[in-house]
Every structure is written in C-alpha cells, then in structure tokens.
C-alpha cells in the first residue's frame, strides 16, 4: 500500500511521521473518514469543507486548495488500486518543538491513507447492534467543540472501551446535561410515532455527512426529520433506533441499555433508510 506524505507516495513501511509532529505530541491536528464506492468518492466536497472548517476553528492554515486536496485524495485511491474502500486523510500540526504553543510548526503535514474498512462485522446489520449508555461524558462543547474533528478522540476511546469490556458494540454518549450526544464514531437518530429524531449539534454531535445524509433519505421517504435533545428515556421507548458513520454506514440499534427495541429486531424504517442511502451511495460519488 503507498501512503500520501505530503506530495509524496511512499511504501506503508516508509510511511512515518517525526515524533516531533505535534500531531503525535499533543494530538494536534485533524482528519477525515471518507468512502470510496465503485471508484466514487462519496460527498468528497463535504468532506474537505468540513476539514476546512476544523482547521478554522484550530487556527491551523492548510497550504493547500480544495482542488489540490481533492486531487490527492483520488490519486491516492488510484495509486492503491482502489475501488472501493476507506480514504483517511490527516492534517497535523506539523513539526516543532516540546511545549504546547504551535508557533514553531511551520509546515502542517497532510497524510492520506487509502485502504479497506470495515467497522462491524456483516451480521450486525441484520442482526443489530446492542449498545449501553456510557459513563464518560461526550466532551463539553465549552472545552473542545465536538463539530472540530481533530486527532484527540481520547473521550470517544474511554467510552468505546467502557462499552467493549461490558460486552457490547457501541456506546451512547450523554453530554453534561445528560442529553444524548451521538455513539463513539457515529451519529444517533431514533424513530418515534413515525417522526425520526436525532441531537442536534449544539447537543454535542458531530455534523456527519452520513447523518447529513440520511436527511436527505428521509426527505426522499417523505418521513419528518427533526433534530431535537433526546434523553436516555427517548431512546429506551424509541419504535427503532440506527447509528450513522462513514464507515458504519446506517446500522441498526436493536437493545439499548438492555431495553430491547422494536422487539430486538432491526426496524422496517431503518431498513428503508439504509436503501435509500445505499442508492445514494451507488448513484453519486467523484470519480476518481
Ligand atoms: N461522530 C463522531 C464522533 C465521529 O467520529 C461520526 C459521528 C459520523 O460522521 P460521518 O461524517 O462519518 O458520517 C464520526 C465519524 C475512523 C473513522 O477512522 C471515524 C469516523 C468515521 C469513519 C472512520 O476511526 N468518525
């Protein structure tokens, strides 16, 4: 596999960044998950506005143009062969010294992996996933606003780990007012009385493109899509519950602190969305 450095493609093995990037150090920097489907790269645009919008907000100037960017990206999937597969793309800080400030890195690195993903095994998109609200707080928006996606996803691992050790596949993380923020990777959307309902982003959620996404297959369906602060409570009494990523596409939430939902099957509303967003993944893309 050759891995994008910044303008360059080098072997996997070679594929090293200093230990000095404050990337490393300090978890300074940023990233996007993106899907390529049949050698189209899904809402790529979005993608690289929301990577510009993370390295805004982080007061990280990036070099390079959309177009360069979005170039690279495709090249990378050409170099690899790939036609369909996961596009990682990671902007560091860049090399300085020891200490927080960033004013010594000069020259913000972009790293772009090209390879294959797959987040949860097949079955559970027919079977569901059983998912446990997690102790760990999703990170108040006061501190690190959840919408910047950057490299510190400690919050997100301490939950995911909680819920790995107590058996399940997912956590639900609440944010300090105890609403529903979004799973550790993922977004969260629930079906109640024929409405759907997901967090909105001030909840602490990320505005992912799936979830974007999946706005969008709501429309086609004609079913009303609200975002609204959702607690634990909602969700134990939802009609059907999915989650949304990039890599875990919609996949559907059959058990949620052990109070089964739609009877512990995935529901036929979740199974509508999932169509529809499947053809919109095959009907749309960049070519690379
Ligand atoms: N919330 C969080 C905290 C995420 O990290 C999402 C929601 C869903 O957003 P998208 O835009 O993907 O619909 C994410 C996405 C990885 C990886 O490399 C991480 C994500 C997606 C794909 C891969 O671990 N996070």
Same mark, same amino acid.
């Given at each position: 596999m050759k891995v994008y450095i910044n303008g360059d493609f080098v072997e996997q093995a070679e594929a090293k960044v200093s230990v000095f990037d404050h990337g490393f150090l300090y978890g300074d920097g940023i990233f996007e998950g993106i899907r390529l489907y049949d050698g189209n790269v899904f809402r790529l645009d979005e993608h690289l506005e929301r990577l510009e919008y993370s390295a805004k907000a982080i007061l990280l100037n990036m070099p390079w143009s959309r177009e360069e960017i979005a170039e690279a990206v495709c090249e990378s999937c050409r170099q690899n062969n790939l036609k369909d597969g996961y596009i990682r793309l990671i902007v560091t800080r860049g090399v300085g010294y020891l *200490?927080?400030?960033?004013?010594?890195?000069?020259q913000p690195q972009l790293i772009i992996i090209a390879d294959k993903i797959q987040?949860?095994?097949?079955?559970f998109y027919e079977t569901g996933l059983k998912v446990i609200t997690s102790s760990?707080?999703?990170?108040?928006p006061a501190a690190l606003p959840p919408m910047i996606k950057s490299l510190n996803y400690l919050n997100n691992i301490l939950a995911k780990v909680d819920a790995v050790n107590l058996g399940f596949q997912e956590a639900v993380m609440l944010n300090d007012q105890g609403y529903v923020a979004e799973a550790t990777g993922d977004n969260i959307f629930i079906l109640h009385k024929g409405k759907i309902y997901t967090p909105p982003a001030?909840?602490?959620?990320?505005? *992912?493109i799936t979830r974007q996404t999946v706005f969008e297959c709501a429309a086609d369906l004609g079913i009303e899509l609200l975002e609204r602060n959702l607690t634990r409570y909602d969700l134990w009494i939802a009609d059907e519950c999915f989650m949304t990523g990039t890599a875990a596409e919609v996949i559907p939430v059959v058990e949620i602190d052990f109070r089964p939902i739609n009877g512990g099957k995935p529901g036929p509303v979740t199974a509508q969305v999932l169509e529809v967003f499947r053809s919109k993944v095959s009907e749309q893309g960049q070519r690379i």
């Amino acid at each position: 596999m050759k891995v994008y450095i910044n303008g360059d493609f080098v072997e996997q093995a070679e594929a090293k960044v200093s230990v000095f990037d404050h990337g490393f150090l300090y978890g300074d920097g940023i990233f996007e998950g993106i899907r390529l489907y049949d050698g189209n790269v899904f809402r790529l645009d979005e993608h690289l506005e929301r990577l510009e919008y993370s390295a805004k907000a982080i007061l990280l100037n990036m070099p390079w143009s959309r177009e360069e960017i979005a170039e690279a990206v495709c090249e990378s999937c050409r170099q690899n062969n790939l036609k369909d597969g996961y596009i990682r793309l990671i902007v560091t800080r860049g090399v300085g010294y020891l *200490g927080l400030s960033p004013k010594n890195c000069t020259q913000p690195q972009l790293i772009i992996i090209a390879d294959k993903i797959q987040l949860y095994p097949p079955e559970f998109y027919e079977t569901g996933l059983k998912v446990i609200t997690s102790s760990t707080r999703r990170i108040n928006p006061a501190a690190l606003p959840p919408m910047i996606k950057s490299l510190n996803y400690l919050n997100n691992i301490l939950a995911k780990v909680d819920a790995v050790n107590l058996g399940f596949q997912e956590a639900v993380m609440l944010n300090d007012q105890g609403y529903v923020a979004e799973a550790t990777g993922d977004n969260i959307f629930i079906l109640h009385k024929g409405k759907i309902y997901t967090p909105p982003a001030s909840a602490g959620a990320l505005v *992912g493109i799936t979830r974007q996404t999946v706005f969008e297959c709501a429309a086609d369906l004609g079913i009303e899509l609200l975002e609204r602060n959702l607690t634990r409570y909602d969700l134990w009494i939802a009609d059907e519950c999915f989650m949304t990523g990039t890599a875990a596409e919609v996949i559907p939430v059959v058990e949620i602190d052990f109070r089964p939902i739609n009877g512990g099957k995935p529901g036929p509303v979740t199974a509508q969305v999932l169509e529809v967003f499947r053809s919109k993944v095959s009907e749309q893309g960049q070519r690379i």
